[in-house]
């Protein structure tokens, strides 16, 4: 079966510190991975999409950016954290049927 | 642009009421359409798809969902809410690409006794 693993689960950091959010995939192949935010009051916002290693498509521009090193494993990254930043992080990869989400990483920057 | 509505914010029912939630959707041609509920620090569920065929769909804990292509709509339903229904209820659709989910900004539903 397949598993989504993110980490961390809870992260605090503070303004202009970097960030790194990992997520990893198991039980499938070339997925689609995804990383959206939930930001109070806001919904879920798609921010990067990426159909294999090393594509990546942005869909808000922002301080954030998105890696792709592995099949399976997409990182969400940022060299200064902004308190705009703070929110719930979804990892998500899709088989076209339909989406897969993981635990998620709430982030607050003070 | 391809996009998907969900107009109300918040919605309140009593237990044992009747739930509609609406979802509008904006795409060239009809997408593959998602209700996904997420119950307070979880993450997100999956409710119900429709891809195709029967435009009535059944999903888990009791929500169905209608697919009606004159009002570009896929409301979500439940005849008789229970307590552990309230949740952040989300309505997303797939892009032509297959590459992109776009999401509704989601309505909270609050359920009184």
Redesign the interface.
């Known amino acids: 079966s397949q598993t989504i693993h993110q980490w961390p689960a809870t992260l605090v950091q503070p303004v202009g510190s970097p960030l790194s959010l990992e997520c990893t995939v198991e039980g499938t192949s070339n997925p689609?991975l995804?990383w959206?935010r939930q930001a109070a009051?806001?919904?879920?916002?798609?921010l990067f999409?990426s159909?294999g290693i090393g594509q990546i498509?942005s869909?808000v521009p922002q301080n954030l950016s998105a890696s792709r090193p592995q099949d399976r494993q997409f990182i969400l990254s940022s060299k200064k954290l902004l308190l705009s930043d703070s929110g719930f992080y979804?990892c998500?990869w899709?088989n076209?049927?339909?989406?897969y989400?993981?635990?998620?990483t709430r982030l607050l920057v003070l | 642009a391809q996009s998907v509505t969900q107009p109300d914010i918040h919605i309140t029912v009593s237990e044992g009421a009747s739930l509609e939630l609406r979802c509008n959707y904006s795409y060239g041609a009809t997408p593959y359409l998602f209700w996904y509920v997420q119950s307070p620090g979880q993450g997100l569920q999956l409710l119900l798809k429709y891809f195709s065929g029967d435009t009535l769909v059944q999903g888990i804990k009791g929500f169905e969902a209608e697919f009606k292509r004159s009002q570009s709509s896929f409301n979500l339903r439940k005849p008789s809410v229970h307590w552990s229904d309230a949740a952040e209820y989300f309505c997303a659709g797939e892009s032509n690409t297959g590459n992109q989910f776009y999401f509704g900004t989601g309505t909270s539903l609050t359920v009184i006794p």
Do not use: D, I, W
């Open positions: 689609n995804y959206y009051g806001r919904g879920l916002q798609l999409y159909v498509s869909e979804l998500a899709s076209r049927e339909t989406q989400f993981g635990p998620g």
